[in-house]
């Protein structure tokens, strides 16, 4: 049914960023039978085209009714199958900004065309099986990569290195389906069931199916990243220390306690992991109402952040106010971060014997950030590394459906070791196969692609 109601529909959607005053560019995109015969109306060519599929051709956008020249465009026909929709598809290349594209955009509208949802173009390239599901959510992983090696993950999902090991997988499987059911309906017809042989292959795609769920967590790291909070009292150096990690001024450093009233935020990438690094202000009782609110979104920045840096100064030592902080943390992952090593010796530092992660530093002279990177990752990794190469890294959907394929595929084992019927091996394994077809899109509901093209930009 929804395949039906969008192969009769077209839609057209603006599929480029539009700054005002400042995108050169700007992109219309249509998808639909009456692509060709809306633009046709709308755009006038110069010269004699063609309206062959895959040419680029030159003209103006033109109101049929009022004869008004919206924008001097080009136009690139990509006509069905060879196209991603693999309906006809044509866009627009405008001048940049909100009015030329806002302009053709509300044309197409009132000839014929549809707002396209969130990501109907790559639902419409999954329907009509240019791609699959995990190609399609490899797309948006791509539009969204904070890191390099996300994107190298999410590109090598697009050329379909995940969806690949599933698909051999689900095969596999029913092949195995087959034979059993073949044995439950012509048993007097058929040798005997190789039981050896299909224990093995169950095996086999079990510790597939395990290996591939090992790169969740590794998966979520690349694509999320980590949340980093630094914390500590007024003046120790948080800002410098935001500063010299970031290689750029993004706080305020003054020698006056206090400066930073607002959490400031900077995005990094350590070792392909993105983080989201936020200089919180000084914690201390204040009676600064400014500050105050302050201290306040310090905590509550403490409470979202994946990873503590405590910041302490080590000229100071551990001091009343440090230990006060430490006793609102303790329990989170944190890493005790001395500070202003070059002007003070660490033998006057003491600290409570509990914390485990310890990092010298001297901001001021940009000594420190590279050890200290690595504790991070030792720490969030849990002394684990990321693999650069890594190509399969699964989201949440993916892992869900793996999980219930283990499962499926470990009762099955338990079946055949208590050597229950045949039918009883039928049950569990239509499950696993059914799991695995919902990450590639081959057995899936509605409302999954709702939830997961739901997440897409419009356009897109």
Known sequence: MVKNIIQQETIVAIASAVVPNQGS???????????????????????????????????????????????????????????????????????????????????????????????????????????????????????????????HIALAGLRGKLAQPIRQMRHSLLDILAEVEARIDFEDDLPPLNEEQIKGDLHNNLLQVKHILETKDQGELLRSGIKVAIVGRPNVGKSSLLNAWSKNDRAIVTDLPGTT??????????????????????????????EKIGVERSLQAVSQADLILFTIDASVGWTQEDEEIYQKIQELNLILVINKTDIATLETVKYPSKIKQVVNTAVAINEGIEALEKMIIKSIQRGETIAQDLDIAINQRQAASLTRAKLALIQVEETIKNKLPLDFWTIDLRIAIQALGEITGEEVTESVLDRIFSRFCIGK
């Open 25 to 151: 560019i700007g992109i219309v995109r249509l998808s639909g039978v009456t692509a060709l015969d809306i633009t046709q109306k709308i755009f006038q060519p110069q010269g004699k085209p063609s309206w062959q599929s895959h040419q680029i051709l030159y003209g103006y956008i033109q109101n049929p009714n009022t004869k008004q020249i919206i924008d001097e465009v080009l136009v690139l026909l990509m006509l069905s199958p060879r196209s991603f929709t693999r309906e006809d598809v044509i866009e627009f290349h405008c001048h940049g900004g909100i009015i030329p594209v806002q302009q053709v955009l509300e044309l197409c509208l009132e000839y014929g065309a549809r707002l396209a949802n969130a990501g109907e173009f790559t639902l419409r390239a999954f329907l009509n099986g240019r791609i699959d599901l995990t190609q399609a959510e490899s797309i948006a992983e791509i539009v969204g990569a904070k890191s390099p090696q996300a994107s």
């Open 261 to 290: 009233r607002d959490v400031v935020e900077s995005q990094l990438v350590v070792e392909g992991i993105p983080i989201q690094v936020l200089d919180t202000a000084g914690i201390r009782e204040t009676e600064d109402t400014v």
